[in-house]
C-alpha cells in the first residue's frame, strides 16, 4: 500500500498535508536554559573557572556538570545564539609577527582606498611596452588584420 494512502487512512485529508518536522525535544529545559545565562553572565571565574574568558569546549562542561546534557562543540554556537549571545572568535594572527607597517607597502589613495601604481610602464615586467600587433611574425604568417592596427 502506498505511504500516501495510510496517511489518508490515520488523518484523512490533514494527513496529505505538508507539516515541519518537529525535531528532538531539547536537552534543557526553559528554567535550564535561563539558569545557564545567568551562569554565562556572570563569567567564567564565578563559575569555578581559571581563566575570565569564556571557552566553547568550558560552556560544554559547565552544562554537563550542572545540567548533566551533553553537547557537541560545533552546537554549542547555536545554542549560545539561541540564549542571545554572539560567539567571538579571535583573529587569527602569527606570533611572532612584525606588527609594524612593513615600509615597503605601495601607499594608498586615501579616497578610493585602493594602491595606486607608480606609472603604466611600472605595471609591465622589466619596462617593455606590448606589442603593436604588427610584429614580422604575424605579417609571414598573412595576417591581414596585423596591417591595419599599425
Not at 20 to 30: C, D, F, S, V
Not at 49 to 67: A, C, H, K, N
Request: charge should be positive; proline fraction near 7%; include cysteine.
Amino acid at each position: 500500500m502506498n505511504r500516501w494512502l495510510q496517511w489518508y487512512d490515520a488523518d484523512y485529508v490533514d494527513g496529505l498535508r505538508t507539516k515541519i518536522a518537529e525535531g528532538p525535544e531539547p536537552k534543557l529545559t526553559e528554567l535550564q536554559r535561563a539558569t545557564l545565562t545567568v551562569l554565562i553572565e556572570r563569567g567564567p571565574i564565578a563559575a569555578g573557572y581559571q581563566s575570565g574568558v569564556w571557552t566553547g569546549p568550558m560552556i560544554g562542561d559547565l552544562i554537563e556538570d550542572r545540567f548533566g546534557a551533553r553537547y557537541h562543540n560545533h552546537h554549542l554556537p547555536r545554542l549560545l545564539h539561541q540564549l542571545g549571545f554572539s560567539v567571538q572568535r579571535p583573529r587569527k594572527r602569527l606570533a611572532r609577527a612584525d606588527l609594524a607597517p612593513a615600509s615597503h607597502v605601495a601607499p594608498r589613495d586615501p579616497a578610493s582606498g585602493k594602491k595606486k601604481p607608480a606609472s603604466a610602464a611600472a605595471l609591465l615586467p622589466s619596462g617593455t611596452r606590448r606589442a603593436s600587433g604588427s610584429t614580422g611574425r604575424s605579417i609571414e604568417l598573412g595576417c591581414g588584420w596585423a596591417s591595419s592596427l599599425a
